[in-house]
């Protein structure tokens, strides 16, 4: 069974930084992107960021461009977000996503509450 799980939120003050993780099990890992959405209060989900499996390629929303990093420890089955110069504007849950054999895989999401 796949599992997606997230950690690392919390509370911080506008400038300040937090790194997310999710740790997978239930698939081969490295044969797979995974990605990390958000979604705040009143919006739609939206996409992040999201690492290739083979050859680590990014890509990132324009939002958040410059400020976060993705990456991942194929080793240990875990995908990172790395937000420096966290804004207001991304107080979200964030959701780790994996697209595994045709079906939508989701974590719990952490929240991430960033304060002015």
């Known amino acids: 069974e796949v599992h997606l799980v997230e950690s690392g939120g919390g509370l911080v003050q506008a400038g300040g930084s937090l790194r997310l993780s999710c740790a997978t099990s239930?698939?081969?890992?490295?044969?797979?992107?995974i990605g990390w959405f958000r979604q705040a209060p009143g919006k739609e989900r939206e996409g992040v960021s999201c690492?290739?499996?083979?050859?680590?390629?990014?890509v990132y929303s324009d939002s958040v461009k410059g400020r976060f990093t993705i990456s991942r420890d194929d080793a240990k089955n875990t995908v990172y977000l790395q937000m420096n110069s966290l804004k207001p504007e991304d107080t979200a849950v964030y959701y780790c996503?994996?697209?595994?054999?045709?079906?939508?895989?989701w974590g719990q999401g952490t929240q991430v509450t960033v304060s002015s």
């Open positions: 690492i290739s499996s083979t050859d680590d390629k990014t």
């Open positions: 996503y994996a697209l595994i054999r045709v079906l939508d895989h």
């Open positions: 239930g698939f081969t890992f490295d044969d797979y992107a």
